[in-house]
């Protein structure tokens, strides 16, 4: 009998890996998508008129159902009511739904058409909301950044469910195993989505010479068609799990909402909640302007149109190699001989050179910034195995946000000194954006695995969501307010290479020495209450 329940798919090493590539590749394409808009900030503004405050108020939109409708509590629910496979099958089809919203409403079809006609004069005013001056409309907003915040609306509810989906359905087949290795794993694959959109959204926006930001947005619809199929993938191998295990998460233990009292009540679990909304405010916004920024402090001169470093196929090389960076780096990691470890390793960081200096040869700000979630794929799992065996993740909280404030502070103060040196400017951004993509690292690996030590297992799901929303709130405030404060401190810019970002940021940095504060909290919380966050998740 004991030989038979071990013999299930989740003791298999190679199916429990093969669940988290399925979950992690339809996380991948979410991400693509989530910033498909981030790397042509300057095309929106010169093809559709939007400008920053029309662009981050449409950013911020990606939330504001989670926020302001709860959705994502009713996801939680739903979650914890109908499993892990439903709601990841279900998550995809909504998002692929409001990815295909969206490219309609920056498509050329919209321009002109009756729609365009009904946005443009409706959706102004929106009672109470208006009041509040949370609205995700306003009068004068472009009638295509209104209707792209509605399918940006739906799919942020779908993205946001996929997100608490992939937490649950980790911790269902890694729980007792590598855990936080796991959701380091997910988290480094799926981040590699950021780099992939910024090389690419660009690519087919101006891919043969006619500037198209539909395209980009229809490559983001492919790839939500892609992350449908792996979801129903998944859905076949949860199945199966559960015929093997006799476990049934859809009928035990329903949804009351008595528990969603103990989870707010508990201290510890607002810690890590507030944490997370600090962190990540400062992270994912910040990914949406990025690009821009780098536009607006550096002084990048385009290659020869007729050169190598101009073509098309430089792109296709340049991901390639980033690909390689990626795999050597993160294969590295998993490696018992010492000389096929550091081997990778060194394979890793010739390609992750060779990477830079095209993207210093192209001159090109969305190359540059794509190397963000480079060294986090190195890291995250040599991070996440720490914390698997030897704990300390209240720890890497606060080094976490430590470095978030050196690279904002660094962007804001350092950056723009060196904006006269081609070879500087280039050298320091990039170091900065590595850094903070390892510092981005050390969140997935330390906080998502210990929110299992924080609640009850059957409502594991709905903490996962309120954790969630209260995320949300800060994605939703953040990319509004960045454009808003943008549009406040360069009052007459027009040129969208040349906006000042030190204000907003500054307001990014404080969000981290908030979250640094509140990290030392938590430690100290952990200690006195024994919430064991310091300790190994592999006993």
């Known amino acids: 009998m004991t030989k038979t329940i071990q013999k299930t798919l989740r003791d298999s090493a190679a199916m429990r890996w093969t669940a988290l590539l399925l979950l992690a590749l339809a996380m991948f394409c979410s991400y693509i998508f989530m910033d498909i808009l981030s790397p042509i900030k300057d095309l929106m503004q010169e093809t559709r008129g939007w400008d920053s405050t029309a662009f981050g108020t449409m950013q911020g939109s990606e939330v504001f159902l989670n926020v302001f409708a709860f959705f994502l509590i009713f996801a939680g629910i739903i979650l914890d009511k109908m499993g892990v496979r439903f709601t990841a099958v279900l998550s995809a089809v909504v998002m692929l739904v409001g990815a295909c919203i969206k490219w309609y409403a920056v498509s050329d079809a919209f321009a002109g058409s009756g729609l365009e006609a009904w946005f443009t004069d409706n959706l102004n005013y929106i009672p109470l909301f208006d009041e509040l001056g949370v609205s995700p409309f306003y009068e004068g907003m472009p009638a295509s950044a209104k209707f792209a915040a509605c399918g940006f609306m739906i799919f942020g509810c779908g993205c946001e469910m996929a997100g608490i989906t992939v937490s649950r359905g980790i911790v269902k087949w890694f729980k007792g195993r590598e855990m936080a290795l796991a959701m380091g794993s997910e988290m480094a694959l799926a981040r590699l989505g950021v780099a992939t959109c910024m090389i690419f959204s660009p690519f087919f926006a101006r891919l043969g010479g006619v500037v198209s930001v539909s395209r980009s947005v229809a490559f983001g619809v492919v790839l939500m068609c892609i992350a449908l199929i792996m979801t ?7 199945k199966k799990l559960d015929e093997q295990t006799g476990e049934a998460e859809e009928k035990d233990d329903p949804f009351k909402i008595s528990d969603l009292g103990k989870i707010l009540t508990d201290g510890g679990f607002w810690l890590v909640a507030l944490l997370c909304v600090l962190y990540y405010s400062a992270i994912f916004p910040f990914q949406k302007y990025a690009v821009n920024m780098l536009q607006c402090n550096l002084s990048l001169t385009p290659p020869d149109a007729d050169s190598f470093w101009a073509s098309s196929s430089v792109t296709i090389v340049q991901y390639v190699i980033m690909l390689l960076v990626a795999a050597t780096g993160f294969a590295s990691n998993f490696q ?73 502070l660094t962007f804001a103060f350092v950056l723009p000194l060196f904006k006269d040196s081609a070879v500087g400017g280039i050298c320091i951004a990039y170091l900065t954006i590595l850094v903070l993509g390892s510092s981005f690292s050390l969140v997935p690996a330390s906080l998502w695995p210990s929110v299992p030590k924080l609640v009850d297992a059957k409502v594991i799901g709905s903490a996962y969501a309120l954790i969630f929303w209260i995320q949300n709130i800060g994605l939703w405030l953040f990319p509004l307010l960045i454009g808003k404060v943008l549009d406040a401190t360069n009052p007459g810019v027009t040129d969208p290479t040349q ?13 981290g020495v908030a979250a640094l504060l509140l990290g030392f909290v938590l430690k100290v919380v952990d200690r006195k209450r024994g919430l064991g966050l310091e300790e190994p998740n592999i006993k």
């Open 336 to 408: 018992k001989k010492t000389s096929a470890k550091y081997g990778l390793l060194a394979a890793s960081i010739v390609s992750l050179v060779a990477y830079c200096y095209m993207g210093f040869m192209r001159q090109s700000a969305e190359s540059i910034f794509a190397v963000f979630p480079l060294l986090a794929v190195l890291i995250t799992p040599i991070l996440g195995s720490y914390v698997d065996h030897k704990g300390k993740a209240a720890t890497m909280l606060i080094l976490g946000s430590l470095l978030l404030i050196a690279c904002h």
């Open 232 to 238: 129903i993938v998944y859905f076949a191998m949860d």
């Open 499 to 511: 906006f000042d970002y030190t204000a907003p940021l500054v307001m990014l940095a404080s969000l």
